[in-house]
């Protein structure tokens, strides 16, 4: 640093053998090339970022392409197979999954609540018998029902289980209770419950109701039943 003021010695001119040029003039000559060799540094750098990310994006286009059409042939099973009139890429769900709902042709039990199989119902990795889902493989789940109900008394909704667990007797896992205005005594209203559990295989649910002929039906989709693994 120079120190009081003065330069510091190495800056004094050390009769070099061309001509000197005025510093002024040498400084700004100095200032443009750094500024030249900075800018061809940038665009250096942002054209190899460019080639660099069209390189991944190329790649990763490849392994898209490449992923689908292995997985679409999976799906499609033996290219022997005689081919169908639905498109070629079935999504499956990743876990277990279930939901039903309401019907015309749906006869349920004074308590307990059918659903239709005729609507073509999601139900994957789980089975549909006389009102119950089957549990197949063993987890947690999220169970849930909705029912519409129109009722002068008292209106129970639940979910129940029946496990290899715990013979005989049913266990609630959900259950809403609702009760009719008194003056009016009419009530017209909807249940609906959630909730999770682990489940074990060949585990029956069902959805029970203290009067199955109070439900509402004018929709197959304003009553419904469903899980799925979480
Ligand atoms: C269906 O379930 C109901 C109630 O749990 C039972 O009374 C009936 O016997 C069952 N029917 C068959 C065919 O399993
Ligand atoms: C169920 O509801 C029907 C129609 O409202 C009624 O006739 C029947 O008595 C009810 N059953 C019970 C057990 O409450």
Redesign the pocket.
């Known amino acids: 640093m120079a120190e009081g003021g003065y330069p510091p010695v190495y800056t004094v001119d050390s009769g070099t053998p061309w001509p000197p040029v005025p510093p002024r003039l040498s400084k700004v000559r100095r200032r443009a090339g750094a500024a030249q060799t900075l800018l061809f540094l940038l665009v250096s750098v942002a054209l190899c970022g460019m080639a660099i990310e069209a390189c991944f994006i190329y790649r990763l286009y490849q392994h898209e392409s490449g992923n689908s059409a292995s997985s679409s042939k999976v799906i499609a099973g033996e290219d022997d197979n005689p081919p169908t009139t639905r498109p070629s890429v079935i999504i499956l769900p990743s876990k277990p999954v279930a939901h039903l709902t309401d019907g015309q042709n749906v006869v349920h ?1 004074k308590h ?1 609540m059918a659903w239709s199989m005729d609507a073509d119902p999601l139900l994957y990795e789980m089975d549909y018998k ?2 119950s889902l089957l549990i197949q493989k063993e987890g947690f789940y999220y169970v849930y029902s909705k029912v519409s109900f129109s009722d002068t008394d008292v209106f129970y909704h639940s979910v129940e289980l029946k496990t290899k667990l715990y013979v005989g007797k049913s266990i609630p896992l959900l259950m809403s209770r609702k009760y009719s205005d008194k003056i009016s005594n009419k009530m017209r209203s909807n249940s609906y419950l959630g909730g999770v559990f682990h489940l074990h295989k060949d585990d029956a649910l ?1 959805v029970k109701v203290s009067n199955s002929s109070k439900v509402r039906r004018y929709k197959s989709f304003e009553n419904i039943f469903g899980a799925y693994m979480i």
Do not use: C, M, P, R
């Open positions: 039990e307990i006389n009102g069902f």
